[in-house]
Every structure is written in structure tokens, then in C-alpha cells.
């Protein structure tokens, strides 16, 4: 009887530390995400964002962000940062309201054509809106895609919202703080640089600090 019982015990034992195995196995086998592939980043802005100012906006480098102020009243103004032209990509930023009335705009330029002289915007403002349009250099206003809609998603005042807009084809989707909040089919602009956007509306001086640039594949 002992020798049965004993050897009951073993055949328990071995099924045991068999389905463990199993277990253990089946735990380290998990499909895990593909990793993302950057194309290209910058966090301290040395050697990337036109740092070009006027009398009406000012472009400088400060404690390791790209800033941008808009001095004038109801004024405008953007920075390409990338000398590389891309057609598909996913292109994500910081962007924190420095000071500054909250009647504002400020975001992304994506596929900004050299010939055309246009691009796409995608901005925030710090009153909680945001919107899409087409702008550039030859246009007075900019053409509205989605014009300026209110969002719980948007951190107001001074604030960082991470920005994030996904282009693929014709198809824009745009995100802040990794919360969709639209698409926008689009074919006129294909490729082009990319970088920042800031505008004042009624009172000038707004300034809009952005960060932690990337761009990597859709």
C-alpha cells in the first residue's frame, strides 16, 4: 500500500509541475506590441526649429523648448522643424500656454509644401477649442476643415496638452492628450515639413513653449 501510495503521489506531483509549465509557457508567449518606429526627434531644439524673430513674434530656444511669442494683436505666425519632407507619419508634441490672454491659437503645421507655400494646421486654443484649416503665407484667412469646436479633452490656461496628429494618405486624425477628437479627409497636400503654429487674437503677447517633438511611422 505504501508503495501505491507513493507512487500515486508522483503521477500528482508530475501533472502538476507539468501544467505549470504550461502556464508559465503560455504567459511568456504573449503576442507583445510593436515597437514604434521614430523617424525623428528633438527634445532640446539645438539644430531644428527656424529660431528667425520680427518685431511681431519672437523664435528662441529656453531651457530646452522651442518658444514662440506673439507680440502683436491679432497676428500669426509658424516654424517649420524638420528639413525632411514627410508624407505618412505620426507627429506628437508638447505644447504648454507660457502666459498670455486664453483667447489664443497655437499647435502644428503638417506638410508644409516649399512651392505651395501652405500646410495644414492643427490647433488648440487656451479657452478649450480646437480646429483644422488649411493656411500659408498667400492667404489672409485660413480655410477652416473643422472649424473651432469646444473639447473637455483640452487643458486650459497655462497648461501642457500633447498633441498628436496621424497622417496617413488623405485621412488626418487628430488627437490632444491621446484622446481622438476627428478625422479629416484631405488630398490637396501630400508631403511636406512639418512644425509649430501661434497666433494672438485680441491681445498680443502669447507665448506657447513646445517640447518633446516626434515623428515616427504610421
Not at 500515486?8 to 502538476?16: A, E, G
Not at 532640446?44 to 518658444?67: A, H, K, L, P
Request: aromatic share 12%.
Amino acid at each position: 500500500m505504501k508503495h501505491n501510495r507513493l507512487l500515486f503521489f508522483s503521477i500528482f506531483l508530475l501533472v502538476t509541475m507539468l501544467a505549470c509549465s504550461t502556464i508559465t509557457n503560455l504567459g511568456t508567449s504573449e503576442v507583445q506590441p510593436t515597437p514604434v518606429k521614430v523617424i525623428f526627434e528633438d527634445s532640446e531644439f539645438t539644430d531644428s526649429c527656424n529660431t528667425e524673430s520680427t518685431s511681431d513674434i519672437e523664435r528662441v530656444v529656453e531651457n530646452g523648448q522651442f518658444t514662440m511669442r506673439v507680440i502683436t494683436s491679432s497676428y500669426v505666425g509658424w516654424t517649420e522643424c524638420t528639413s525632411a519632407e514627410y508624407t505618412d507619419f505620426v507627429f506628437e508634441a508638447d505644447a504648454t500656454q507660457i502666459s498670455g490672454p486664453n483667447n489664443n491659437a497655437y499647435g502644428m503645421i503638417l506638410r508644409y509644401g516649399l512651392e505651395s507655400d501652405e500646410f495644414y494646421t492643427f490647433m488648440i486654443s487656451g479657452d478649450g477649442y480646437y480646429s483644422f484649416t488649411v493656411d500659408g503665407a498667400n492667404h489672409t484667412d485660413p480655410e477652416f476643415l473643422v472649424e473651432w469646436t469646444e473639447s473637455s479633452a483640452i487643458k486650459q490656461g497655462n497648461q501642457t496638452n500633447r498633441l498628436k496628429v496621424v497622417a496617413v494618405g488623405s485621412s488626418l486624425k487628430y488627437y490632444v492628450n491621446d484622446q481622438m477628437l476627428g478625422e479629416v479627409q484631405d488630398s490637396r497636400f501630400t508631403t511636406g515639413t512639418l512644425g509649430f503654429f501661434a497666433g494672438s487674437v485680441d491681445e498680443g503677447n502669447v507665448q506657447i513653449a513646445f517640447d518633446n517633438l516626434r515623428v515616427s511611422e504610421p
